[in-house]
């Protein structure tokens, strides 16, 4: 996969020079730094109150009792549903419109096709920040406002995602799709059988963006939601700040609740996360 | 035989429907997310719901800073509540919108009004109609540590009782490293808190000025006496180094942590600072000015009913308001919320009056004035800045105060009549 | 792509529809509800946008057309020109130190064998990390001694405390790095694809002409990256403009501050549609936001297009 691996050595000490080494000891240490914050989130987070002045990074008393009191009404549990259920339904629609529409786009030629690739493509220069206001009229006109669906339906099907699978269903071989229309499978079968296994690295960095971009998302689920058991994670954990009296060690381990998910996610499939992103931003 | 049974189920269907129906109303009430008033409006809920068992009440809370938003937004869609709070300052924006309904006189007679609750209820008040009633009042006192007193070989039993005590007091307590880095302040400076209002209403007047004239619609503390009082206020971080604005975030979390020795601040911190336990703390009321003025900010969350409450759900809604303004509620909010009861007879009793921590609070009632705010948040917002531009921009204080008058003007005469 | 459609398809009556019909009913089945979706929810409420901008509405009375009065009223707020100026600040500082960052460290990084799935995961992981929650972390990482973090090390250091997001010349910077420090895993991981994907012949051929690495990433490297950095300068570019989460977060007590020194122009739509509810105002504010972030995309898309 990677084209310099070809000239390294395979030893890893075998060929080091002292700029090297230079190099390393710097890039490790920045990579220190920039967990840093994390770090001393989670530390903070099994302080007791007393200790959270106490700028040690292992604390000197560990314990739970923050976890178990911001977990005791249950809301972060609610919130981490709320954020769950939103964001994989919106990921799942997204991975289904938008290779619909992306291998549409790519496999097919029509009258108007280019017109529809522009204008979805157009959309990506709208920033959400300008829609989130007919939106929220929108949805107070329908009754969306605080609900799942009002989170999730601006984010259903996005051009980023149609753009992304086109490119890559330029990529699959005609004949394959042809062989499958001799066969007789109807057009949807032929997208759903043929098309889409042949692009999942396409899928699953698509999956990923997605899943993450709405699990983090703080601007629309903040203005659409009114109850604070529809919250989202995000919001949920803001609210949840600007209330505890900046008691900063309950504060840390909401913080720290929101992102044990992702980091636990991150470590078990890095490698396939990292590789999503290369591909998606190669093809973008 | 099919056929009947499905009728029967049918007809028992619908007559459950019907029934449940014509059983039990439901109305929804408001407010804004702080968790002992939501607790204490639990259990008032639940007491009506024993009391009236026609009647469910479902409780929907926002954070305070969208609670007016989600009013507004609720107007809209034609789904409100159907009793609500709001903050006494919100009126204009509320009744002016239509979102508030006056109150039926048969239910709440003007003259009842007047003799039970305290004065400051007149804000509720437009044209010939009271629009809400408060289940609890607020007021400002000073808060503080009395093991940093000791410490300081102050006496924890004589508090400050005028501001130069207070400075003094102060000015003993402060505790600063090696650095010099603040370590212990001695009176906490926060002007997103409760500062401003300590700052317009009693700080203002005690220095011989006005906040404001003619119905809290002209600016008034752009004189001699605001720009004193502004000047006393910076004074404490610029010259007597007694606090430091910003220190541990906010006010109320370096008094919290042990690290202020005082702190000037409302009721309803009572019940945050109740979970304290590393240090005994003590209430006093408001220091006197210079002359010997004492002054107070009173404020206070009113209940009203939503203008879409009609027939049915205006009766439940009449009734809820009833109890929820009754001294029963009142001393139950007292309890867990810590505000004052609205209503004189059940605040101003002895035992209250001699309780160490609500004696304060209610004594300083008796001399409260409270403002009749436009919009809250911008209102705030140019005292913030006020403040900031001293401390961080050197501004003089005669030109902070200037700028600040012209602005608040300015929000002030924007605002509908 | 060669269709088995026969020419005069079309207009064969006979077996239903033909073939290229078919094939059309499909198109259109794929398309229809994706199509009413983006104009239902992208399109009309742009429109809408610049409907409502022309008006005063504020939620409670009916809206009254004002024509451009809105935006004679943002040209002339000194608010207005104030987070102008902030909007631009973020992006004019954090894009070219967040690329140059990411830029150096990616290069750097790809030629690291050892550890280097930890190291990279080191950079990475904040990426994922939600922007809401890491900005409470990094406020509490700016406070004034005796609890804040930066502060302590700097008076270990034997430096002079920072006031960080209580000074009006610190505050935006502050909550900047926030902003780059949470996106520079992402940017080092594109930069990364980028590098590998420049074939090593062409390394070979410059070092077989003799050329040092300097001049190898100058000619070569550089160069060949371009097209992910012009993704990379768009795409964090936009990022910058519409900063909101952090400052949101940061700023909490004192919205934008202090005395509005960080306050971007999400902020200020935020502010006046739902604390203010001036929705017409609001409207003609994300209208300038529009256009801005149009006019440098298109800028940058054009300063740094192919010249051949």
Redesign the interface.
Known sequence: MSATTATTPIMPFANVRPGRIIAWTLLFIGGLLMITPIVFMFSTSLKPASEVYDLRIIPATPTLENYYAVMADGRFLRWFFNSTLVACAVTVSNLFFDSLVGYTLAKFRFRGRMFVFIAILSTLMIPTEMLVIPWYLMSAQFGWLDSYWGIMFPGMMTAFGSFLMKQFFEGVPDDFLEAARIDGLNEFAIWWKVAMPLVTPALSALAIFTFLGNWTAFFWPLIVTTSPELYTLPVGLSSFAVQEAIQWERIMTGAALATIPTLVVFLLLQRYIVRGVMLAGLKG | MRKATLFAGLVAGVSMFAFSAAQAVEIQYWQY???TRVKAMDELIANFQKANPDITVKQ????Y??Y???V??A???G?GPDVLQLYYGWLDKFA????LQPLPKDAFPHEMIEKEFFPIVSAMKRGEDYYGLPTAVRSLALFYNKKAFTDAGLDPANPPKTLDEMVAAAEKTTKR?A?G???QEGITLDM?GQDQHWWREVLVRQFGGEPYTDNDRKVAYNSDGGKKALKFYTDLQLEKNVG???????G??AF??G?AAMTIDGTFRLG?FRTIK?FEWAVAELPAGPDGKQSNFASYFANGIGAAATGEKLEAAKKFLAYVTSPEAMEIWMKTVGELPARQSAALTDANLADPINGPFLKGLTYAHTTLFV?E??QR?TA??MV??VF??GQSVDDSIAEAASAEQAILDAAPK | MATLAPAASTHAPHRGMSMRARRLFWVWGFLALPIVFYSVIRFYPTFQSFWLSLTDWNLMNPAKFIGVANYQKLWADPEFWKVFKNTFAYLIFGMPISLLLSFVIAYYLDRVRFLHGFIRALYFLPYLTTAAAMAWVWRWFYQPPPIGFINEVLTTVGLPQQPFLRSTSQALPSIMVTAIWAGLGFQIIIFMAGLRAIPTTYYEAARIDGLGEWAILRRITLPLLKPTTVFLVVFSSIGFLRIFDQVYNMTSNDPGGPLGSTKPLVLMIYQTAFSSYAMGYAAAQTVVLFIILLCISLLQLWLLREKT
């Open positions: 997310v702080f968790d929907v809370t926002f954070p800073a969208d007016q938003t989600r507004v937004a107007k809209l869609s789904q002016s919108g239509g979102v490293d650095s880095n603040l370590e997103a430091q604005a910003g220190f541990m975030d906010e109320q979390a919290k942590a690290k945050a590393d919009d948040a911008a917002q913030i800045d900031n531009r961080l921009q």
